[in-house]
């Protein structure tokens, strides 16, 4: 497809920020045969927006976001031409940073870049696609929610096959035998631990109600390290459990990432 005309970025082809791709645009859904994977600086991770959402301003609009660091441009003459730079035209990646070439007051100059700056804009993607991946963050979405997801099944996974599924028949038994660090009775912290480690473990593997269901994992890793083993660890044995209670303290911040059930059901809440 042909690209909108961006006043301030010309030949976006060149700069490389926009990739062959069959996914829907996340703003609008269509399919536009290219996306973006330029920078976006936005409090929400945005990936593939469409060539359209981003020349007529509903994708700046819909996350609040830049497409070019609010920081960086110098002071242009008009505060339309600013606000065209920021919200409706893509920005690109460079190995000095982030600033736009060529912000003076003519916005004919910005619009064709000489020289230095186009050399900047256009002829160094090569050095900006290294530099960008060798001291690439992990703000990728895609692998970074592919990360979340080994982690939140590999580590629910584990505990519930290692540990939860042997909990339930210790219900019945007469009398209870589980240590009971706090003092509510044996049974009673038996049961905390088998819903825990069975059922918060198994709905974290599945991401819905993710982060509730980080919350029993932190508490019952955290009795078991600072208060069963008083926090000698690894002199008492308890490395497992801290590991444990690193990960779901991790996960409890992150959330789940987009391969997750929760993801699904704010996708069709949002829709």
């Known amino acids: 497809m042909a690209l909108p005309v961006f006043r301030y970025h010309p030949d976006p082809g060149r700069s490389r920020v926009f990739v062959p791709s069959q996914k829907p645009c996340p703003r609008c859904g269509q399919k536009a045969d290219v996306a973006y994977v330029g920078p976006f600086y936005a409090l929400e991770d945005v990936d593939g927006i469409c060539p359209q959402c981003i020349s007529d301003g509903s994708a700046a609009a819909k996350w609040d976001g830049e497409f070019v660091d609010p920081h960086g441009p110098e002071p242009l003459d008009a505060p339309e031409k600013l606000d065209a730079l920021l919200h409706r035209t893509p920005g690109y990646f460079s190995a000095q940073g982030d600033p736009w070439p060529g912000a003076v007051p003519d916005a004919q100059t910005i619009a064709a870049p000489e020289n230095a700056n186009r050399r900047r804009l256009t002829g160094g993607a090569s050095n900006m696609n290294v530099r960008h991946r060798l001291f690439d963050s992990g703000t990728d979405g895609v692998l970074r929610d592919l990360g979340l997801l080994i982690a939140r099944m590999s580590f629910s996974g584990i505990l519930t096959w290692r540990h939860g599924i042997a909990k339930p028949p210790g219900l019945l038994a007469d009398p209870v035998a589980l240590l009971d660090p706090l003092g509510l009775g044996p049974a009673v912290s038996l049961a905390l631990a088998t ?77």
């Not at 709905?203 to 019952?220: K, Q, T, Y």
């Not at 990432?257 to 809440?269: H, I, V």
């Open 195 to 271: 819903f825990a480690e069975c059922v918060c473990a198994s709905a974290l593997a599945l991401g819905i109600l993710s982060r509730l269901a980080c919350l029993p994992l932190v508490i019952n890793f955290a009795v078991i390290v600072f208060v069963l083993h008083k926090g000698q660890v690894p002199g008492d044995r308890g490395e497992l459990a801290l590991l444990f209670l690193v990960a779901f303290t991790a996960l409890l911040l992150t959330g789940p990432g987009r391969y997750s059930l929760d993801e699904r059901f704010r996708g069709e809440r949002t829709s």
